[in-house]
C-alpha cells in the first residue's frame, strides 16, 4: 500500500500498462493491474509475478475510476491486465455529454 500523489507515473509488474495519477484520494491505497500491485519509479517486479487475465485489458488514453470517484487514472500505455483499486475493478470513465446546441 502507498499513498498516491497526482501526477505519479506506474507502471504494471506482469504487463505493459502504464499509468498517470489524475486525482487521488486520502490515505494508503492497493492498486493493481492483472492482480498484482503497480509498481512506482524505481521499483523492481517481484519474481514469479503472473498475469491475471479474468478482466478487460486497458486501453491507451482512457481514465479509470473507482464507484467512488475519488481516484482517476490515465492509461498512457496499454497493456493485458486490469486496473482494480483494493480488490475492486477499475471502470471507464464516460466523457461529459455536450449541451445541445438547438
Same mark, same amino acid.
Given at each position: 500500500?502507498?499513498?498516491?500523489?497526482?501526477?505519479?507515473?506506474?507502471?504494471?509488474?506482469?504487463?505493459?500498462?502504464?499509468?498517470?495519477?489524475?486525482?487521488?484520494?486520502? !490515505?494508503?491505497?492497493?492498486?493493481?493491474?492483472? !492482480?498484482?500491485?503497480?509498481?512506482?519509479? @524505481?521499483?523492481?517486479?517481484?519474481?514469479?509475478?503472473?498475469?491475471?487475465?479474468?478482466?478487460?485489458?486497458?486501453?491507451?488514453?482512457?481514465?479509470?475510476?473507482?464507484?467512488? !470517484?475519488?481516484?482517476?487514472?490515465?492509461?498512457?500505455?496499454? @497493456?493485458?491486465?486490469?486496473?482494480?483499486?483494493?480488490?475492486?475493478?477499475?471502470?471507464?470513465?464516460?466523457a461529459k455529454p455536450l449541451p445541445s446546441s438547438d
Amino acid at each position: 500500500m502507498a499513498q498516491l500523489k497526482v501526477g505519479a507515473r506506474l507502471r504494471s509488474a506482469v504487463c505493459a500498462t502504464e499509468v498517470i495519477v489524475v486525482a487521488a484520494p486520502a !490515505g494508503d491505497v492497493d492498486i493493481s493491474c492483472g !492482480g498484482v500491485p503497480m509498481l512506482g519509479a @524505481g521499483e523492481e517486479a517481484p519474481n514469479g509475478a503472473t498475469l491475471d487475465s479474468s478482466g478487460e485489458p486497458t486501453l491507451l488514453g482512457k481514465r479509470y475510476t473507482n464507484a467512488a !470517484g475519488d481516484l482517476e487514472l490515465l492509461c498512457t500505455k496499454a @497493456g493485458d491486465g486490469s486496473l482494480s483499486l483494493g480488490g475492486e475493478r477499475l471502470v471507464t470513465k464516460d466523457a461529459k455529454p455536450l449541451p445541445s446546441s438547438d
